[in-house]
């Protein structure tokens, strides 16, 4: 009858609800009846202590939880709402997070742990709240457990390793059980990128054509008819050159055929931050922090707090009926039913609790990004369409291509060339998936009609030498795709590891280039000797994966932290006798410091680096480092340099800033323009690239 009662109170008729964020307070608040209040903990209310370590080792890795400095109003405002009411129900987010907050909320409230008070929604909707409530359930024990035993080992690794850093290298470093992972990765990308030698590679490009009229096409050298030849040197090419001279070009055989690409599935935690970072630029943070607010609810114009997009920290791609059938009537209504999709439906099944929610979708097809533009900020709005036209495309049929592909005798040699061009465009008329570095856009390749046994005419060969290319640095996108293929961590918790090691300078960020510092280079060197366990990709991937059995109830979480305490323990003691005290040289400059006379050394801050005197603290002189662009200002021919916003977006201004206030976000270059005789800058990307004058009373522009 009633559900989480507070036993020995005065019963009331008002039902608390209790949420996380004062934002999803709102929105749910509007859905339910004057009969419920809603209450919110703004976040954690308890939590392990700062001060010290927090688990009894001895007592079977108990952990002592105090109220976060901070929240004690907010408990006892809660506390007292409580005793108000007729009944509590912890609606905090329906994760393993969220689940342990109603757990610690159960206690400090006195909520017997087997009564039915929690309630779950995957979206902000007056639907999915009123459902939730017919379905209240206890507090999953399991799920709590293993967010328990996350907590707790990301502490014992934290609060062991990060004091020894301090004391053998420098104050202010850490470690962490994903984050050292996370920085090893990039440093043996870069140590790839160091040690790789480039090998030489050649092609060869017949330009062929039917006759002189028509349309020249390429074609690849392959190698003979049953063996594919690798062109390793100019000696090997010149002799296919020589060979090749006076040979006729025969079409050999033609294969047509049609080629099918297939929708992306909708969002996960994961690929919402890599396609995020790909198409809109933003950093894993910025991402996440958008979506909570597109989740938790935006007031729109016309309905007031809506929640837009399902809980955004899931590992499921599960669309529920409901949401699909809305979605496909819309498809037909606006593209037609040939657009519709009706393949069968293909989800991850990778057993995850996270698993058990849907793909990240909008609440609603019909709320159309153009539709709520003029009530969301522009990342929103970018954020949402994101989210809106993938989830859309993911119930729009294929693209289908034609294909063909085409051999070409010359002699003993054969020539490939491949073909396709789009004639059904299916979900691409919507959405087209980002691509990471050095990926081209598809394009439609046309071949003329051509006929097997058909002479062609030659126009040239052309031959080109080649380097092999060392694998690309990470990027945000890539680094978060390599972390949950390699089952590190869980994908919600990329956004705050990438911007731990950021901020503790292990990790530099260079446009969109993760590049490790010599101090990451450093700690992830000493980490991989003397805790080879926690820095071994495949050993955390196998410590994830039991700490999701905890989920499924069939292993003790006390028994995982005690496995894992017993060898690192050793370790610990070894690397406190083993490891000297490590000093880290500043880099010298030729920059001399203009209040004592000494060579300035570079710094690393919070914020980057920067100059510095290495006399501190006698002489505490300090300053910027300037990226120098070859280029004047246009107002005062001062220097113009690369400068960050408190944002860290690059612009450019005038290095006499104060007394001259000329900025600009486009990139000044060396070339001057032909009019006035000022420098230049350029915007646009690769393929549209403008160059424009940066004297304002200049007009003058080109494309290049």
């Known amino acids: 009858m009633l559900h989480c009662r507070l036993w020995g109170c005065k019963i009331m008729d008002k039902t608390l609800v209790i949420v996380e964020s004062p934002a999803k307070a709102k929105t749910i608040e509007k859905f339910l009846g004057k009969n ?83 309630i779950e929604f995957n979206e902000i909707t007056k639907n999915a709240v009123k459902n939730a409530l017919k379905n209240i359930r206890e507090i999953n024990k399991d799920l709590v457990n293993s967010q328990q ?72 050298f392959y190698g003979e008819k049953d063996k594919k030849i690798e062109l390793k040197n100019e000696k090997q090419v010149r002799e296919i050159l020589d060979y090749l001279k006076g040979q006729d070009y025969i079409v050999d055989n033609i294969k047509k055929g049609t080629k099918k690409r297939n929708p992306p599935l909708p969002f996960t935690t994961s690929s919402l931050q890599q396609e995020a970072s790909r198409k809109l630029n933003f950093t894993s943070k910025k991402t996440m922090m958008i979506a909570q607010q597109l989740y938790e609810g935006i007031k729109l114009k016309k309905e007031g707090l809506v929640g837009l997009i399902t809980y955004i920290r899931t590992d499921s791609t599960r669309i529920s009926d409901i949401a699909k059938d809305e979605c496909r009537n819309y498809i037909i209504d606006e593209f037609g039913e040939k657009y519709l999709n009706n393949r069968k439906e293909k989800t991850n099944k990778s057993g995850k609790t996270q698993d058990a929610h849907e793909g990240i979708r909008p609440t609603s097809t019909n709320k159309t990004p153009d539709s709520i533009k003029d009530s969301l900020s522009r990342d929103q709005f970018r954020l949402y369409k994101l989210i809106w036209e993938r989830f859309v495309a993911s119930q729009m049929s294929e693209a289908i291509y034609d294909t063909i592909s085409v051999n070409i005798v010359s002699g003993k040699y054969v020539f490939r060339s491949n073909g ?68 590190i961590g869980r994908p919600s918790t990329y956004a705050p590891t990438i911007s731990t090691i950021i901020n503790r300078g292990y990790v530099t960020k260079e446009k969109k280039f993760l590049i490790p510092t010599e101090l990451g280079e450093l700690v992830t060197d000493l980490m991989k000797e003397y805790f080879s366990d926690i820095m071994d990709i495949e050993f955390t991937a196998e410590l994830e994966k039991r700490l999701d059995l905890i989920e499924e109830g069939s292993v003790d979480w006390n028994k995982i932290i005690e496995e894992f305490y017993q060898p690192f323990e050793k370790s610990l003691k070894y690397a406190e006798e083993d490891i000297g005290e490590i000093e880290i040289k500043d880099e010298e400059t030729d920059i001399i410091c203009e209040k004592c006379g000494r060579n300035m050394v570079i710094k690393h801050g919070r914020f980057g680096k920067f100059l510095a005197c290495p006399g501190f603290p006698d002489c505490r002189n300090a300053k910027p480092i300037y990226k120098e662009t070859g280029a004047t200002c246009p107002k005062c021919q001062g220097e113009i340099i690369e400068k960050k916003s408190k944002k860290g977006r690059i612009f450019y201004g005038c290095k006499n800033y104060p007394d001259c206030d000329f900025t600009t976000w486009d990139k000044p270059i060396k070339s001057k323009c032909p009019v006035c005789g000022n420098f230049m800058a350029e915007k646009g990307n690769k393929k549209d690239k403008l160059l424009y004058c940066l004297n304002e009373d200049c007009q003058h522009q080109e494309k290049q």
Do not use: M
């Open 149 to 220: 035993a996350r907590r707790i080992l990301d502490r014992l690794v934290g609060y062991k390793i990060s004091p020894l850093l301090w004391k053998k290298i420098r104050k202010g470093l850490s470690a962490g059980r994903v984050q050292s992972v996370a920085t090893r990765i990039i440093v043996d990308r870069e140590k790839e990128i160091q040690n790789f030698v480039p090998e030489e590679y050649w092609s060869i490009v017949a330009f062929l054509n039917k006759d002189h009229r028509k349309t020249i096409f390429e074609a690849n």
């Open 36 to 118: 419920y209040s809603v209450e919110a903990t703004i976040g954690h209310i308890r939590d392990l202590p700062k001060s010290q370590l927090g688990i009894d080792i001895e007592n079977n890795f108990e952990p002592k939880y105090i109220t976060i400095r901070g929240k004690g109003p907010i408990l006892d405002k809660i506390k007292k709402e409580s005793k108000k009411a007729k009944r509590v129900l912890l609606a905090t987010d329906p994760d393993r997070e969220g689940e342990a907050i109603s757990w610690h909320l159960a206690k400090q409230l006195n909520i017997d742990e087997n009564v039915k008070c929690r």
């Open 420 to 487: 396709s061009k789009l004639i059904f465009p299916g979900f691409l008329l919507l959405y087209k998936e980002g691509r990471d570095d050095n990926q081209e856009e598809d394009k439609d390749t046309i071949l003329p009609e051509i006929k097997e046994g058909e002479r062609l005419i030659l126009n040239k060969l052309e031959e080109k030498q080649h380097f092999t290319s060392p694998p690309p640095r990470y990027t945000e996108a890539t680094l978060v795709k390599t972390l949950e293929e390699q089952g």
